[in-house]
């Protein structure tokens, strides 16, 4: 490694460090600060205020602010994201047990995106004007005025309801977990749902980076020196096109995560989503901070790679 | 006598009017807003008015989009609940450009510290999935018009920002920016009259397609039982409400929906069509 790169990834790792510092300190603040407690959903109905205080001093949650903070960071960094304030299980074994839901359901997603997105924004530059231009603007305005929650409702009525071909909900069956087509046959619309909301925005990307790209010199010469068309936008201009889309696509991260938040909820999906929205709603600080950072840190290394992989793929970049 | 006729270009207004996709996103805005604002007058039926005979009727002639489980009319809900979502829309995206363009004007303008300091800060607020971030602030701090609105607007700005920032950026370094420093302009004088002056096409760009993502996440909130308290109806409450009759009765949940739909697609055509009108070198260049 050339040590004007190796100064830039040390510096992009210390900020990714700082960032995700950022976003717990940010998380916890905003959480104590909140009015109300675990208290009121741990005991449910009527309680004393001794009982209350009481909860409140098991959990930790008398101690100053800032202690708190560092006593929970402290043992994060130890890999220990504390436990449950409801079910006393450890975050850690909770979020990895609802990691590959989401895991799977965004990583499909994402295929399912790129796949339609990338050879259609193609064609509607290629085609400028044409009959494939509009489908694909038509594409992407729709993905992204689509509410996904609705999308989704939308295709279970029409799949489960109408035609009776897919399951509306789920993941697989019961006691029949381990069926393979079972369990695909429940992943295809929660997977289309996100999908398609994700393609927008690949879609307008590569069409316009593809127009940028088809209007540099080096198409200009391998048109002059007699390369076909096809030739021409696959070997030389789409190469070139596609490194901006390899960053919208680390930036189209959280947007696809959150989004796993409303499609799971739609679907009973078993991801990290439904923990989150659950944990919300129960007041179960550890879940809260161990899911939003776990998917912060997520992003924030899919955001680094993506910045290396593009100082690589782009020689011309210069690395600051 | 009249003034000889000039070859004249074409004024922003009449290239907008001009501009097929953002007549029609025009129009599908002024019809929800007109909706939201006539609701009273406009709405058949009040939002709560309950008629258990009449459950969960088909569209028909008396209920244009029939009726929902409590037997109360779904267009007339679709009405009203107009105002929840264009409300906490409006309110959510006067904070965020406020705040965004603000931000990034002064990012883009000063540079140096104030530039990396603002712009690490929006990377902060890009890199926590924008969903989770309200759902918690909104659950814990109670769904108030206020404390939604706050929040959307808390998520949101750092795009904005980043726009602003990098049109002032392009500004700060022509020519008439550098007349009116050599002039003895203060900062302020530039940034508000020179810098702002000329980003406001792009702010209004942002604006529109601004108020189609903050409805987006009000349905998603109130969607996931954090938005308006029933029987107020909002969209989004009244699509999972309607999610327990998928079966029997399409129309509870499928009209709300294609309500948000409508709404949202109105304010993108117009946000597009206003790009081009607003700068015709950007056609087909969006991102």
Same mark, same amino acid.
């Given at each position: 490694?050339?040590?004007?790169?190796?100064?830039? *990834? %040390?510096?992009? &790792?210390?900020?990714? %460090? &700082?960032?995700?510092?950022?976003?717990?300190? #940010?998380?916890?603040?905003?959480?104590?600060?909140?009015?109300?407690?675990?208290?009121? *959903?741990?005991?449910?109905?009527?309680?004393? /205020?001794?009982?209350?205080? /009481? #909860?409140?001093?098991?959990?930790?949650?008398?101690?100053?602010?800032?202690?708190?903070?560092?006593?929970?960071?402290?043992?994060?960094?130890?890999?220990?994201?504390?436990?449950?304030?409801?079910?006393?299980?450890?975050?850690?074994?909770?979020?990895?047990?609802?990691?590959?839901?989401?895991?799977?359901?965004?990583?499909?997603?994402? %295929?399912?995106?790129?796949?339609?997105?990338?050879?259609?924004?193609?064609?509607?530059?290629?085609?400028?004007?044409?009959?494939?231009?509009?489908?694909?603007?038509?594409?992407?305005?729709?993905?992204?005025?689509?509410?996904?929650?609705?999308?989704?409702?939308?295709?279970?009525?029409?799949?489960?309801?109408?035609?009776?071909?897919?399951?509306?909900?789920?993941? !697989?069956?019961?006691?029949?977990? !381990?069926?393979?087509?079972?369990?695909?046959?429940?992943?295809?619309?929660?997977?289309?749902?996100?999908?398609?909301?994700?393609? $927008?925005?690949?879609?307008?990307?590569?069409?316009?980076?593809?127009?940028?790209?088809?209007?540099?010199?080096?198409?200009?010469?391998?048109? $002059?020196?007699?390369?076909?068309?096809?030739? %021409?936008?696959?070997?030389?201009?789409?190469?070139?096109?596609?490194?901006?889309? *390899?960053?919208?696509?680390?930036?189209?991260?959280?947007?696809?995560?959150?989004?796993?938040?409303?499609?799971?909820? *739609?679907?009973?999906?078993?991801?990290?989503?439904?923990?989150?929205?659950? $944990?919300?709603?129960?007041?179960?600080?550890?879940?809260?901070?161990?899911?939003?950072?776990?998917?912060?840190?997520?992003?924030?290394?899919?955001?680094?790679?993506?910045?290396?992989?593009?100082?690589?793929?782009?020689?011309? #970049?210069?690395?600051? | 006598?009249?003034?000889?006729?000039?070859?004249?270009?074409?004024?922003?207004?009449?290239?907008?009017?001009?501009?097929?996709?953002?007549?029609?996103?025009?129009?599908?805005?002024?019809?929800?807003?007109?909706?939201?604002?006539?609701?009273?007058?406009?709405?058949?039926?009040?939002?709560?008015?309950?008629?258990?005979?009449?459950?969960?009727?088909?569209?028909?002639?008396?209920?244009?989009?029939?009726?929902?489980?409590?037997?109360?009319?779904?267009?007339?809900?679709?009405?009203?609940?107009?105002?929840?979502?264009?409300?906490? @829309?409006?309110?959510?995206?006067?904070?965020?450009?406020?705040?965004?363009?603000?931000?990034?004007?002064?990012?883009?303008?000063? @540079?140096?510290?104030?530039?990396?300091?603002?712009?690490?800060?929006?990377?902060?607020?890009?890199?926590?999935?924008?969903?989770?971030?309200?759902?918690?602030?909104?659950?814990?701090?109670?769904?108030?018009?206020?404390?939604?609105?706050?929040?959307?607007?808390?998520?949101?700005?750092?795009?904005?920002?980043?726009?602003?920032?990098?049109?002032?950026?392009?500004?700060?370094?022509?020519?008439?920016?550098?007349?009116?420093?050599?002039?003895?302009?203060?900062?302020?004088?530039?940034?508000?009259?020179?810098?702002?002056? =000329?980003?406001?096409?792009?702010?209004?760009?942002?604006?529109?397609?601004?108020?189609?993502?903050?409805?987006?996440?009000?349905?998603?909130?109130?969607?996931?039982? +954090?938005?308006?308290?029933?029987?107020?109806?909002?969209?989004? =409450?009244?699509?999972?409400?309607?999610?327990?009759?998928?079966?029997?009765?399409?129309?509870?949940?499928?009209?709300?929906?294609?309500?948000?739909?409508?709404?949202? +697609?109105?304010?993108?055509?117009? @946000?597009?069509?206003?790009?081009?009108?607003?700068?015709?070198?950007?056609?087909?260049?969006?991102?």
């Amino acid at each position: 490694m050339e040590p004007g790169l190796r100064t830039y *990834v %040390v510096k992009r &790792l210390g900020f990714a %460090v &700082l960032m995700l510092l950022g976003v717990s300190i #940010i998380l916890f603040t905003i959480m104590r600060l909140a009015p109300g407690g675990p208290e009121a *959903v741990l005991i449910g109905g009527e309680f004393s /205020q001794e009982a209350a205080a /009481q #909860i409140r001093q098991r959990l930790g949650l008398d101690r100053p602010l800032a202690l708190q903070y560092l006593g929970w960071a402290g043992a994060a960094l130890r890999g220990d994201l504390g436990r449950s304030f409801k079910t006393g299980d450890p975050v850690a074994a909770l979020i990895l047990d609802r990691l590959g839901p989401t895991v799977q359901l965004t990583a499909g997603a994402l %295929v399912l995106a790129l796949v339609v997105a990338v050879p259609l924004g193609v064609l509607a530059a290629v085609r400028r004007g044409t009959i494939w231009d509009t489908l694909g603007s038509a594409v992407s305005l729709f993905g992204v005025s689509f509410p996904s929650f609705w999308l989704g409702i939308m295709l279970i009525l029409l799949f489960s309801e109408v035609f009776h071909v897919l399951p509306p909900s789920g993941l !697989s069956e019961y006691g029949r977990e !381990s069926d393979l087509p079972a369990r695909v046959r429940h992943a295809i619309l929660p997977t289309l749902t996100l999908g398609l909301i994700q393609m $927008a925005s690949f879609m307008r990307f590569t069409r316009s980076s593809l127009l940028e790209a088809l209007r540099q010199d080096y198409v200009r010469t391998a048109r $002059a020196k007699g390369l076909g068309g096809g030739r %021409v936008v696959w070997r030389h201009a789409l190469r070139n096109a596609l490194i901006p889309v *390899v960053t919208v696509v680390g930036l189209s991260l959280p947007t696809l995560v959150g989004g796993a938040v409303l499609t799971e909820t *739609v679907f009973a999906w078993p991801g990290i989503g439904r923990l989150a929205v659950g $944990a919300v709603f129960e007041r179960d600080y550890p879940v809260i901070m161990g899911v939003n950072l776990m998917v912060a840190a997520i992003v924030i290394t899919a955001n680094l790679l993506t910045d290396l992989a593009y100082c690589v793929i782009d020689p011309r #970049i210069s690395y600051r | 006598m009249t003034a000889p006729a000039r070859p004249e270009r074409p004024s922003a207004l009449g290239r907008l009017t001009r501009n097929r996709r953002s007549l029609i996103g025009g129009v599908a805005v002024v019809i929800m807003i007109a909706a939201g604002g006539l609701a009273p007058a406009l709405a058949p039926q009040g939002y709560s008015a309950q008629s258990l005979l009449h459950r969960l009727q088909p569209p028909s002639a008396a209920h244009w989009l029939g009726t929902d489980g409590f037997g109360r009319d779904v267009l007339s809900r679709v009405i009203w609940g107009s105002r929840v979502s264009l409300e906490i @829309g409006f309110v959510a995206t006067a904070l965020s450009l406020v705040v965004g363009t603000a931000v990034g004007s002064i990012a883009g303008y000063f @540079g140096g510290t104030a530039d990396t300091v603002i712009m690490r800060a929006a990377d902060v607020f890009l890199s926590i999935p924008a969903l989770f971030l309200i759902l918690i602030v909104v659950a814990l701090f109670g769904a108030s018009l206020a404390n939604t609105a706050l929040v959307i607007a808390l998520v949101t700005w750092a795009p904005v920002g980043r726009v602003v920032r990098s049109e002032c950026l392009s500004l700060r370094n022509r020519d008439f920016v550098h007349a009116a420093q050599a002039l003895g302009a203060s900062h302020a004088r530039i940034l508000g009259r020179h810098l702002l002056l =000329n980003a406001l096409p792009i702010v209004i760009v942002q604006a529109s397609l601004l108020l189609g993502q903050t409805i987006l996440i009000e349905s998603g909130l109130s969607y996931l039982g +954090l938005g308006a308290r029933p029987p107020l109806p909002s969209w989004g =409450n009244m699509v999972v409400e309607g999610r327990q009759f998928l079966a029997s009765a399409w129309w509870v949940a499928t009209f709300p929906g294609l309500a948000i739909f409508v709404t949202v +697609l109105g304010f993108n055509l117009f @946000g597009d069509g206003l790009r081009d009108a607003s700068d015709p070198t950007l056609r087909g260049r969006s991102s």
